[in-house]
């Protein structure tokens, strides 16, 4: 492959501002004596208000073509679905302790929602963050159930009830829906919600690098080191090549790589402690994974070209 050095420093300058407010999350908590239930109740905001806005305004805004995005969202399931296979051949491969394999499968397919639509607005502006929430609207159940069934093979009706209250998952859904209807939103409250929106993706990046967390791998690095490859090489390979095999439009190509290529979601280390889990060891995959996407997305949005 042709190495083009302006290319490159596109690529680094266009995802750098993101990872300098990851930086500065990480500072920010470490500097600062406002007490975790700041942090807290800043990241229910996020969750519970401004990202929703960002996905329904998203979704409802843009033109939606399923027979153009169809392959989209069809290699993006396939990506997840593949990184869930592989991810839970984990536990033959290895034979871990208990609640490793269960609590550490989920990293390697679950992906961060805030870094994946900051990302895919400087992409392709409100065209790249709506592909982006569409994928989110059907990747994200799959993923959280089957992050949800590795921890507790019995907590199936409780799962039920949790996607059908999930906020992501209610504005993607009342976004599309009220787009298919042919619904307009009035100028004020666009306005508003894609301000509230931009207002997400900040405070979602500052909270990421705030979770960032080093210590914690005290015992099995062969399953943590099979997790990340599993996210940050294999699945964005697998992704590049279906691409190619697609023929997707340019703008669909950088998406879905870059999709495939996403850290891990911050939010596994809450899943993973709500629920019994090994907290120590998610929070270094994930704290591991976003720090070595620092260098992996620019090389696979380089090669998606």
Do not use: C
Not at 238 to 264: G, W
């Amino acid at each position: 492959m042709t190495y083009y050095p302006d290319r490159a420093m596109n690529t680094i300058t266009l995802l750098l501002p993101d990872f300098l407010l990851i930086l500065i999350g990480h500072v920010l908590i470490r500097i600062t004596n406002w007490g975790q239930s700041f942090w807290t109740g800043l990241e229910k905001l996020v969750y519970f208000v401004l990202f929703p806005a960002l996905l329904f305004v998203s979704t409802s805004r843009t033109t939606l073509d399923f027979q153009a995005t169809g392959q989209l969202l069809q290699l993006a399931l396939i990506v997840v679905g593949s990184g869930i296979l592989l991810g839970w051949l984990a536990k033959p491969l290895f034979r871990p302790g208990p609640m490793i394999f269960e609590s550490g499968v989920q990293t390697a397919f679950r992906f961060n929602s805030y870094i994946g639509l900051a990302l895919a607005y400087r992409l392709g502006g409100e065209a790249g963050t709506s592909l982006m929430a569409l994928i989110i609207g059907f990747a994200v159940p799959v993923v959280n159930m089957a992050a949800v069934h590795a921890l507790a093979h019995r907590n199936k009706a409780s799962l039920l009830t949790e996607m059908a209250k999930n906020p992501l998952l209610l504005a993607t859904a009342g976004g599309t829906l009220f787009n298919l209807l042919g619904g307009v939103l009035p100028e004020v409250a666009a306005s508003t919600l894609l301000r509230m929106g931009g207002a997400s993706v900040a405070l979602g990046l500052l909270m990421v690098g705030a979770g960032l967390k080093l210590e914690g791998l005290h015992e099995a690095r062969g399953i943590s080191a099979y997790f990340t490859g599993i996210k940050l090489l294999v699945l964005p390979a697998l992704s590049l090549m279906l691409t190619n095999h697609f023929a997707l439009p340019p703008l669909q190509k950088q998406i879905a790589i870059m999709f495939a290529a996403l850290p891990t979601a911050s939010s596994a280390y809450v899943l993973a402690t709500r629920m019994g889990g090994h907290g120590p060891l998610v929070a270094f995959l994930i704290t591991a994974s976003t720090l070595l996407s620092i260098i992996m997305l620019p090389i696979w949005l380089l090669l998606a070209g």
